[in-house]
């Protein structure tokens, strides 16, 4: 039978349609059970509240719970061992940050590529890290730090959330170009670190947002933002860089998800994630936290991810770092 050309351009349109359908219904249905958020350090630090304010978010909006599950150790790399074994749904996700594109360069041996195995989803916000000391530290800015460790060199103690960690990777470039020598000590997340230090028990950490709420009640003192101009949130603090030329480092929070899970999902996790980002009330708790909403693409994110990669990972080869 001959088919008018009418219909059998219909017919045929509709065919190539198909492959599509199952695509877009998977995208409509998911998620169909409780999302995992995954989580590399202890809660109560910066990418643990990023993660929850995200996941809150996600939540509401698609339907599920977004829970957050927080897996310490090796400076993510346990979390994300973790995420690049599950099933590629977009069930269980990574919460990814500078410690991710930091671990290729400090670990001798991993059981993954962060790159190849976790698939970009959503960039999320950069933020700065804040210079802070215990208020009894007698140093009350940059240069009066400098001075003091340069006259003490090795019994000044930093905090850091563990190696490789965000405000570790600051503190080593503060110490590499400022050239003083302070005793490193790691903690299984910035949570507990910037407990010690509010007790006394460490002198200096670059602190995340996590520690904005204790700089404005004044339990702790601010000496610098590490970013190249001042944080809007906390105007009158100075940067590293009006002291220590050419210094400025950052922080930037996203999502991934296992390799292989479907386009689809992931963009459909872009699309709401960046939709957060223009929600007024969203915005202003990650400017409160002294966080900038960054929107991308997957692939602007992934190409970001590229860049950061191998600008830490000089540095960490420069300082001769290597994970304990």
Request: no cysteine; aromatic share 8%.
């Amino acid at each position: 039978m001959k088919l008018p050309r009418r219909n059998f351009l219909h017919l045929a349109g509709g065919a190539a349609a198909l492959p599509a359908l199952p695509r877009i219904a998977r995208a409509q249905s998911y998620p169909s059970r409780p999302v995992r958020i995954v989580v590399g350090f202890a809660a109560g630090g910066g990418t643990d509240i990023v993660a929850r304010l995200i996941g809150q978010w996600l939540s509401e909006r698609l339907g599920q719970p977004f829970l957050i599950e927080n897996r310490t150790g090796a400076g993510g790399s346990i979390a994300t061992e973790a995420v690049v074994r599950a099933p590629p749904d977009g069930h269980t996700l990574l919460m990814v940050g500078t410690p991710n594109v930091v671990s290729a360069a400090l670990y001798d041996k991993l059981n993954f590529d962060f790159i190849r195995d976790i698939a970009p989803v959503a960039s999320i916000a950069q933020s700065p890290h804040f210079m802070v000391v215990n208020p009894s530290f007698p140093a009350k800015t940059v240069p009066q730090f400098i001075a003091y460790a340069k006259a003490n060199p090795g019994k000044i103690s930093m905090a850091t959330g563990g190696v490789g960690s965000g405000n570790h990777l600051a503190g080593e470039l503060f110490k590499m170009m400022a050239g003083v020598n302070i005793l490193h000590v790691p903690y299984r997340g910035g949570a507990p670190a910037l407990t010690d230090l509010l007790g006394g028990q460490v002198q200096v950490l670059f602190g995340d947002i996590s520690s904005i709420e204790y700089i404005k009640a004044g339990k702790l003192r601010p000496l610098a933002v590490t970013t190249a101009t001042r944080s809007e949130v906390l105007p009158e603090i100075p940067t590293v860089g009006d002291f220590v030329p050419g210094y400025e480092e950052s922080s930037f929070f996203g999502v991934g998800a296992p390799r292989n899970t479907p386009g689809e999902i992931i963009q459909r996790l872009n699309k709401e994630t960046k939709a957060s980002l223009a929600d007024p009330k969203l915005k202003a708790r990650l400017f409160d936290l002294g966080a900038e909403p960054l929107s991308m693409t997957s692939d602007e994110f992934g190409k970001l991810i590229v860049k950061e990669t191998e600008k830490w990972g000089k540095v960490v080869k420069f300082a001769g770092l290597k994970a304990e």
